[in-house]
Structures are given as C-alpha cells and as structure tokens.
C-alpha cells in the first residue's frame, strides 16, 4: 500500500522544524506544521505550492489538538523541546500521546528528535524527560526513530548568536563547567537524518546519535566565538556555587539565561556514545562548525552589523 503523502510536524515553525518542513515540501509532501501559535508559522507557505504548507493550531500536550493533527497523516515527526518550564507535560508526556494517537490514526512512520544526554537516571529534570519520551513513544509506537542530537547549530541558533550576543554586552566572556564537550551538529544534517529515517525501513525501532565531526570543550567553543566576533574578550571561570545562585535568581525571569537544571546538564559530556549508531550510519557526512559558523557570526564583528544582513 502507497504511504499517504501527507506530514505532521510538531514543532514545525521552530529551528528544526522549518528545515524539516522546507525538506518534505521539496519531496512533494502535504505538511502540517503543528505548533502552539499558528500565527508563528506564518510566511511558512512559501516554501511549497500553493496550500501545500498549513499551519494548525496542535499543542503536544492537548489530546484533541494531537488527534486532529495526526489523522489521516503518513508521517508525523515531532520536533517540539523546551530548555525550562513544563518538562514533564511537554517532554514526556507529549512524545507518548503522539505515539499513541498515531498508532490509532494509522500513520506509518514516526520521527522523534530528543536530544544526547536523556537518561531515565539523570539528577536532571531536562534529561530525565526526554528518557521518558523516548520510552513512552516506543511503548506506543515501536517503529519509531529517535534522534539525539548534541548542540544544533545553524544561522539564526541560539547557541553561537546568544553568546557571540553576550560578548557585544560583557567585558568578558563567562566560562561555566568550560572542559565539559559538546559535539556541535548543523541543523541541515539533523533535517536530512530526519529523511533518511523517513526513507529508510531499516532504521524503525532505532536510536541515532548525532553529532559533527569535532568534540569541543565549552571553552574551546567560546574562545572560538570570541575570536570569530574579533572582540577582545578574556574568557573568565565562574565557580559553579556563582554559578547555581546566578541561576536560582535567573529562574525568575520569563525566559531565563540560565538555569539550576541546565548547570546540572553542563556538568555532563554532550558527546555520541562509543558504539551507537549516527549520522554515517545514515549516510550523512557531517559539516564543521568551522567551517559554516564564521559567515553569520561576522555580524557581531565591530561594524559587523552594517556590513552583513542579520540572520533570521
């Protein structure tokens, strides 16, 4: 039987999700970008035919809204994440309800992006719910493929623009936990591993890790950025106890910089693991933080801002 070419995609207007979406368009798929504010996905249609890309109002953790969203659906591909706030209800929660409504709907295939680190066992409440996605997805829909991926980085993250941010702002750029490594991978090489599992019936049931081709340590990864911001900044050691006091008055803001649960993730190597599978095992050949990231850093040179279009 012909799959229907028809997409979910959960988290659809986010970093991730645009590129996944902009990929199933170019395949000829009808997507569904599934996300909180549909008005977020606005301008999103122009990356298809005409009412080929549609926004629809579906929080992962509403049962009718995941229901309507995955009916009549081929694939579903859930790219929804959060750094704080409701870990439990969007996290874990979420991934099994869609895992169960897409079983009940009939759809074929299912993709999951958690993230390197989920572990049932973590002091973290971050990681401990992405296990927990992860274990309640497979419970209800056992040919899904996970994908873990390590920092994603790409124009417009907010990874190297926040703290390339940070050092137009500082005298200093602060290191926390700096020899803690992390694994950077391109958001276009965890769009194309979406695909790839999308294409590929061998990899249902399976766990990818994906990572590019360099370990770096937190430190090397901010001298790097100071360096390609060319700002003259001395890169400081916090003490962790600074640290988690900082974090516990920053936990007050809307959206926080920094978090007691991210210290507690920072503690932790954000690496592949010896043995899993990734992104070769996909048939994907990872791009270098080198040699990508310079060209939309460049605005945050001196002057760099009427030199070079702001990303995003």
């Known amino acids: 039987m012909m799959m229907r070419k028809v997409a979910t995609v959960f988290g659809g207007a986010g970093f991730i999700g645009r ?3 902009q990929r199933l368009a170019r395949e000829d798929w009808v997507v569904r970008v599934a996300t909180r504010d549909p008005m977020g996905g606005r301008g999103m249609h122009t990356m298809g035919r005409v009412g080929q890309i549609a926004a629809l109002a579906a929080d992962v953790t509403d049962e009718a809204g995941v229901a309507r969203a995955v009916e009549g659906a081929g694939v579903v591909v859930n790219c929804v994440g959060i750094l704080h706030g409701r870990f439990e209800a969007v ?14 709907a009939g759809v ?10 989920a572990d049932a066992a973590s002091q973290s409440a971050y990681a401990r719910s992405k296990a927990a996605g992860e274990a309640g997805l497979l419970a209800a829909f056992p040919k899904a493929t996970i994908l873990r991926p390590s920092i994603v980085f790409g124009e417009g993250d907010a990874f190297f623009n926040r703290f390339a941010q940070l050092g137009t702002l ?4 602060p290191v926390i936990c700096g020899d803690t490594k992390f694994q950077p991978v391109h958001v276009n090489d965890v769009a194309a591993a979406v695909m ?3 294409h590929d019936p061998a990899t249902e049931g399976r766990t990818y890790e994906l990572g590019g081709p360099r370990a770096w340590s937190f430190r090397e990864l901010l001298a790097f950025i100071v ?9 400081v050691e916090i003490p ?3 640290a988690q006091v900082q974090a516990r008055f920053a936990e007050l803001l809307p959206n926080p910089p920094l978090t007691r649960d991210q210290l507690i993730l920072l503690q932790r190597d954000n690496v592949v693991a010896p043995g899993a599978l990734t992104l070769a095992d996909l048939g994907i050949q990872p791009a270098a933080v080198e040699a990508l990231v310079p060209a939309y850093l460049a605005r945050f040179q001196p002057g760099g801002a009427r030199r070079v279009r702001p990303a995003g």
């Open 19 to 21: 590129q996944v979406v």
């Open 170 to 173: 500082l005298p200093f750029m």
């Open 196 to 198: 790839a599992a999308l």
């Open 227 to 235: 360096q390609q911001t060319q700002r003259n900044r001395r890169l």
């Open 91 to 104: 996290q874990a929660e979420g991934p099994a309800r869609i895992g169960r409504l897409a079983a009940a």
């Open 240 to 242: 962790l106890g600074l």
């Open 108 to 117: 074929e295939r299912v993709v999951h992006i958690s993230a390197i680190g």
